[in-house]
C-alpha cells in the first residue's frame, strides 16, 4: 500500500491549507481502518497531528490542532484530509499521513508505531 500525500505550500499566518492523503489501494474499504496525519518540524522528533478511524469513534486530535484543524475522509476514494485553518509560524513542518487496516482504540491513534503504512510528507511553511 502506497500513500499518496499532496497539498502542502507556502502560506502566510492565519492562513489555511487542505492536505490530501489517498492510499494506492482500496485496503481501507474494510471499514475497521485507521488513517492519521503527523508532523516533523525541523529538528524536532514527529508529532501526532490527527487521525480518523473508519468504523466510527470519532477523529481524534492533539491539543494544537483542536479548534483550527479537522480531520475527515472522502468515503468513494478513501482519501484522508486535513483541513488546515489559522496557520501559525510553529506548524511549519514536513506532514505525513499514516495508516492501517486496525480501528485503534483513541488512546493509540497518536502513536506512529501503530501504524503500518506511511506516505512521503507534504511540506508546509507558515510565514510570519
Known amino acids: 500500500v502506497q500513500l499518496q500525500a499532496s497539498g502542502g505550500g507556502m502560506v502566510q499566518a492565519g492562513g489555511y491549507v487542505r492536505l490530501s492523503c489517498t492510499p494506492s489501494?482500496?485496503?481501507?474499504?474494510?471499514?475497521?481502518?485507521?488513517m492519521a496525519w503527523f508532523q516533523q518540524a525541523p529538528g524536532k522528533e514527529r508529532e501526532f497531528v490527527a487521525a480518523?478511524?473508519?468504523?466510527?469513534?470519532?477523529?481524534v486530535y492533539a491539543d494544537s490542532a483542536k479548534g483550527r484543524f479537522t480531520v475527515s475522509r472522502d468515503i468513494p476514494t478513501n482519501t484522508l484530509y486535513l483541513q488546515m485553518n489559522s496557520l501559525k509560524p510553529e506548524d511549519t513542518a514536513v506532514y505525513y499521513c499514516?495508516?492501517?487496516?486496525?480501528?485503534?482504540?483513541?488512546?493509540?491513534?497518536?502513536?506512529?508505531?501503530?501504524?503500518?503504512?506511511w506516505g512521503q510528507g507534504t511540506q508546509v511553511t507558515v510565514s510570519s
Open positions: 489501494v482500496r485496503t481501507f474499504s474494510s471499514g475497521s481502518g485507521t
Open positions: 499514516a495508516a492501517t487496516t486496525r480501528r485503534l482504540i483513541t488512546s493509540r491513534t497518536s502513536y506512529g508505531i501503530d501504524y503500518d503504512y
Open positions: 480518523f478511524r473508519w468504523s466510527g469513534g470519532g477523529p
